[in-house]
């Protein structure tokens, strides 16, 4: 069995048993929260989300890149979204690697340098900065004025606001 086949199982055992509003792909709280794919940040269990409340979107890091952007505008310019809140977080994976070494290895294997950048830090409060200045400084946005970055421990669960 793979890891896809027990989800369906879930999903079946489970049923359609989540509360909150349907009626719109509006979310009503006018938030898009962008954070990384990391497994140990439940962004609707850590912010008491209800369906229909705000949009998530997530990648490897939480990092605002050309295609987070094009969802943020998506977010802001159809679907009435006002704020963002951004998190990075602790012992994340892409402090694990450097941007050339990863490249590197991509290189290496297949014969192509991706054209994207890998976004690797070592300080994930410089990574949030720089998350956060590439909303506010987005020429495709509407909505800057409300935009707050933070760090989710992913130990203890607290969250610190870094800009
Ligand atoms: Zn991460």
């Not at 027990?6 to 929260?33: F, H, K």
């Not at 956060?132 to 933070?150: A, C, E, M, Q, W």
């Given at each position: 069995?793979?890891?896809?086949?027990?989800?369906?199982?879930?999903?079946?055992?489970?049923?359609?048993?989540?509360?909150?509003?349907?009626?719109?792909?509006?979310?009503?709280?006018?938030?898009?929260?962008?954070?990384?794919?990391?497994?140990?940040?439940?962004?609707?269990?850590?912010?008491?989300?209800?369906?229909?409340?705000?949009?998530?979107?997530?990648?490897?890091g939480?990092?605002?890149?050309?295609?987070?952007?094009?969802?943020?505008?998506?977010?802001?310019?159809?679907?009435?979204?006002?704020?963002?809140?951004?998190?990075?977080?602790?012992?994340?994976g892409?402090?694990?690697?450097?941007?050339d070494?990863?490249?590197?290895?991509?290189?290496?294997?297949?014969?192509?340098?991706?054209?994207?950048?890998?976004?690797?830090?070592?300080?994930?409060?410089?990574?949030?900065r720089?998350?956060?200045?590439?909303?506010?400084?987005?020429?495709?946005?509407?909505?800057?004025?409300?935009?707050?970055?933070?760090?989710?421990?992913?130990?203890?669960?607290?969250?610190?606001?870094?800009?």
């Amino acid at each position: 069995m793979t890891a896809i086949d027990e989800l369906l199982r879930r999903n079946e055992e489970l049923g359609n048993i989540v509360p909150g509003d349907r009626s719109s792909p509006m979310p009503s709280m006018q938030v898009t929260i962008l954070t990384c794919m990391d497994s140990r940040i439940r962004v609707f269990e850590i912010f008491g989300l209800k369906q229909g409340e705000a949009h998530v979107l997530r990648n490897a890091g939480g990092v605002v890149t050309d295609d987070m952007i094009r969802s943020l505008a998506l977010s802001q310019r159809k679907l009435g979204t006002r704020e963002v809140l951004l998190v990075h977080h602790t012992n994340c994976g892409l402090e694990l690697v450097t941007e050339d070494a990863f490249k590197d290895e991509l290189e290496t294997d297949s014969g192509m340098r991706p054209p994207w950048s890998v976004e690797a830090f070592r300080e994930v409060k410089d990574s949030v900065r720089g998350s956060v200045n590439r909303v506010r400084n987005s020429p495709y946005l509407i909505h800057k004025d409300t935009v707050r970055g933070f760090v989710y421990d992913v130990r203890t669960g607290v969250l610190t606001e870094v800009i």
